[in-house]
């Protein structure tokens, strides 16, 4: 059988009665003890001697899936009433308890041990920016000589085995059961520091509950997610929830915003803030970020402490928010003792700076080409601003933006995204981005009707096909020109009308580069994981 990265190779056995215990549940019915050595709320992930947690939910109830989860292994169930009965009547053991979604991680914790030790963990938090950050506290602790963990957005990783996302569900924080399962096999790996990007759906479902993170960052808070939250307050007040003693020891806080400003003074743990010396917030910082050189390359930077200390070094990235999310890597990992200012200096100094891989992220997809095309997975308009104006410099030619917007998602940042990506650019192309079940026409009528209202001067172009969309805009530029696609970013497939559909932005972008005659390096292989799995190139969204 394929391992899972996501549990432990040698689980120890737990016995249901331990568990009953710490979740505060009965055991029905009446049994000898049941040894448990794994647990999942995902029937497909069930291995011999799970415990499966039966959630109740709006449409159905996890129960309906007890007869896979039992040809899979599972020994016992954790669930409700209803889930209980319907497990009893396939002949297995249930702990009963009230609600059992807010018990999962409790259960995780008992059964894969992660209460009692774990690498040093990191958790980062923000509306953009996480998934760099993340990042560079991976890259950071591998320079410090530290075997490295990560969980985001796009993978998993313990030490050098990788699993992309699409693989093995979509979330950017995954369920409780699952991470904690992670983190159990970072220990038996021997992972030293891991890296966790928190979103405020993971924060709201409880899927950080039960463990303990040595440092917390919070990048910033602009407009997203206001179809779940109805306001930038409560959308702040679930991210907050992540600098509180339950959660983390310390934080780390950009104060570059209201938002950031308000985290420091709301947050009920040790926080030290950082910030831009040319930001609203610098006066209230205690680490100051000075920008001491830009270019498509690299950024260079001094970060200075509170006590006068000095470091001086580089980011291979565009963008002084890429330093500012160095910066706040930096001082996280300072701040908690896992790595003193020195021992940081003397590791980015053998390196000549940190040089992070960070998939989909201000990815250059055009390699050597005179002509750059830069595709990101940013999707907000504050991404878009902070992308743009680090480009606008350096693009002697026309800057082309080509983006679009989700569907079934916050359509009140529509219009502010279509003026983000209008403000520096010189051409405009709207296309689909990941409709979803809505109409994708209507989706790209608001942002065409703010342009062309607000922007009048813009060169536009609608095209619904993305793909078409990014070979027009090179079927046009010219050397000098650049080429930015937002949204896509490290991708392999879109959801159109309720079907996930194979498609890399990534792709797309060399093919029109070769078709035009541009150098470009060969088109990367965007479905290759997939088909080495036997995954479907076209299947039905769940």
Not at 189 to 214: N, T, Y
Not at 297 to 325: H, K, Q, V, W, Y
Request: no cysteine.
């Amino acid at each position: 059988m394929q391992s899972d990265l996501a549990r432990p190779n040698s689980p120890s056995a737990t016995p249901l009665s331990a568990v009953a215990r710490v979740v505060g549940g009965r055991i029905s019915p009446t049994t000898d003890d049941v040894d448990i050595t794994g647990v999942s709320s995902d029937s497909r992930r069930i291995r011999p001697g799970d415990l499966y947690v039966a959630i109740p939910g709006v449409t159905m109830h996890g129960a309906e899936f007890l007869p896979s989860a039992v040809r899979a292994g599972a020994v016992a169930v954790l669930s409700d009433e209803a889930g209980a009965a319907q497990a009893v009547a396939l002949g297995l053991p249930a702990i009963i308890v009230d609600s059992p979604r807010a018990v999962t991680s409790a259960a995780a914790s008992a059964i894969y041990r992660t209460d009692a030790h774990t690498p040093a963990l990191f958790a980062v938090t923000g509306t953009n920016g996480k998934t760099t950050t993340t990042y560079l506290l991976h890259a950071l602790f591998a320079a410090l000589g530290l075997k490295p963990g990560l969980s985001g957005t796009v993978e998993r990783v313990v030490g050098d085995a990788r699993l992309e996302t699409r693989l093995s569900g979509r979330l950017t924080t995954p369920e409780s059961d699952y991470l904690h399962g992670l983190v159990a096999r970072m220990t038996e790996d021997q992972v030293q520091a891991a890296a966790i990007e928190v979103s405020s759906h993971g924060l709201d479902g409880g899927r950080v509950d039960g463990l303990s993170f040595e440092n917390a960052i919070f990048t910033n808070l602009s407009q997203d997610h206001l179809d779940v939250y109805g306001t930038l307050e409560t959308y702040f007040a679930s991210k907050l929830t992540l600098f509180t003693p339950e959660h983390a020891k310390r934080g780390v806080i950009a104060v570059e915003d209201e938002w950031g400003r308000r985290a420091a003074l709301e947050a009920t743990i040790p926080v030290v803030t950082v910030a831009r010396d040319s930001s609203e917030g610098a006066s209230e910082a205690d680490w100051l970020l000075h920008i001491d050189a830009e270019a498509l390359e690299r950024t260079d930077f001094t970060l200075r402490g509170p006590g006068g200390e000095e470091l001086r070094s580089s980011i291979g990235l565009p963008g002084a928010f890429t330093a500012l999310d160095l910066a706040l890597a930096i001082v996280s990992v300072v701040d908690a003792g896992l790595a003193s200012f020195d021992a940081v200096r003397q590791a980015l100094d053998a390196t000549g700076g940190l040089h992070p891989a960070v998939p989909g992220r201000l990815d250059l997809v055009s390699g050597d080409s005179e002509l750059r095309v830069y595709v990101d997975y940013g999707h907000t308009a504050a991404s878009f601003r902070a992308v743009l104006h680090a480009l606008r410099p350096f693009t002697p030619g026309r800057l082309f933006m080509i983006f679009g917007a989700d569907g079934d998602r916050d359509k009140g940042k529509r219009p502010e995204m279509a003026r983000a990506a209008s403000e520096e650019s010189d051409v405009v192309i709207v296309t689909d981005y990941n409709p979803r079940t809505e109409d994708p026409h209507g989706i790209r009528r608001t942002l065409v009707e703010t342009i062309r209202s607000e922007f009048p001067e813009r060169e536009l172009y609608e095209i619904a096909d993305s793909a078409t969309g990014i070979d027009h805009a090179v079927s046009m530029a010219k050397p000098g020109d650049l080429i930015f696609v937002g949204g896509h970013g490290h991708r392999a497939d879109v959801e159109v009308d309720g079907r996930i559909v194979p498609y890399s932005a990534r792709e797309a972008a060399v093919t029109a580069l070769r078709r035009h005659g541009w150098l470009a390096p060969e088109p990367p292989s965007a479905f290759g994981a997939a088909d080495a799995a036997g995954g479907p190139q076209e299947r039905r969204a769940s």
